[in-house]
């Protein structure tokens, strides 16, 4: 794992536009796995700006999202398609014909997780895959105890998970139970991964991450298992590895 260590979000947040960027130069069809979260609003905003000033064009991009919350269609304004539409996707030159999530309402579940991965297959793998990661660890929706050899799959989310995104929706009882997911080894497949974490409440997670204990109780732990992992860490969400590393 390549560790990049930043002084602050914004920081973060350009250094991860700047791969997103090289990689899309090389590459104008690339594959791109894209994450919710207030974590990558940062590398979004950079995204939109160097479409704008800088005419990095995404006609040619294809998107895969990591997850969806169950029961949630894509005109809910609590999808996770909505915020992809709103904060990255209508402010590109990206066709919604290339950007591609889960469905939270097709019924059986069953059946949109074989879809979603088999589409994953076909369309990508990603070339580079972004993760944020949940405070206990969680990427994507993969929550602590999922199975490295998971792929897509319908789980419930944790107490904790749920009341750390009830501040997307209006109350957190309104937050859904459950959701849909890549897998650990679906994220797995992707050519490169960029994690990025950051803020004291990250803090935590990142020194576990870096204990390099490989342990289904800490899911991001699995990508010690990926040989093309970069971490962009802001100086507070490093702080706890940092001491433990003097
Ligand atoms: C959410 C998403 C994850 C995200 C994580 C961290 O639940 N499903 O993909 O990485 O939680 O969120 P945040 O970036 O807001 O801290």
């Known amino acids: 794992m390549k560790i990049i260590t930043v002084d602050n979000y914004n920081e973060m947040s350009k250094a991860a536009a700047q791969l997103v ?24 905003e950079n995204m939109i700006e160097g479409y704008q000033k800088r005419g990095i064009s995404y ?16 005109t809910h304004p609590n999808s996770y398609y909505t915020f992809m539409c709103d904060k990255l996707f209508s402010q590109l030159d990206i066709p919604l014909a290339n950007v591609h999530l889960p469905d939270g309402t097709t019924q059986p579940v069953e059946a949109e997780c ?6 994953f297959d076909r369309i990508g793998p990603p070339h580079l895959q972004i993760l944020g990661m949940g405070t206990n660890g969680h990427i ?24 750390n995104n009830a501040r997307f929706f209006e109350s957190a009882d309104a937050v859904p139970t459950h959701a849909i997911t890549l897998g650990i080894a679906s994220i797995l497949k992707s050519g490169k991964i960029v994690l990025l974490a950051s803020g004291k409440k990250k803090a935590e997670a990142v020194k576990r991450l870096l204990d390099q204990e490989i342990s289904e109780d800490f899911p991001a732990s699995f990508l010690w298992k990926h040989e093309d992992v970069t971490l962009i860490v802001d100086r507070d969400a490093y702080q706890l590895a940092q001491q433990e590393r003097r």
Do not use: M, W
Not at 59 to 74: C, H, P, S, W
Not at 144 to 155: D, F, M, R
């Open 140 to 163: 994507g929706f993969n929550e602590p105890g999922t199975a490295e050899h998971s792929l897509t799959h319908c789980v419930e989310l944790d107490e904790s998970t749920r009341a």
């Open 21 to 44: 960027e090289q990689q899309i130069l090389g590459n104008r069809e690339t594959v791109l796995g894209l994450a919710t979260g207030s974590t990558p609003l940062g590398l979004y």
């Open 59 to 74: 006609r040619n991009v294809q998107t895969l999202n990591l997850d969806e919350y169950r029961g949630l269609g894509k």
């Open 114 to 119: 074989r879809r979603y991965e088999a589409l």
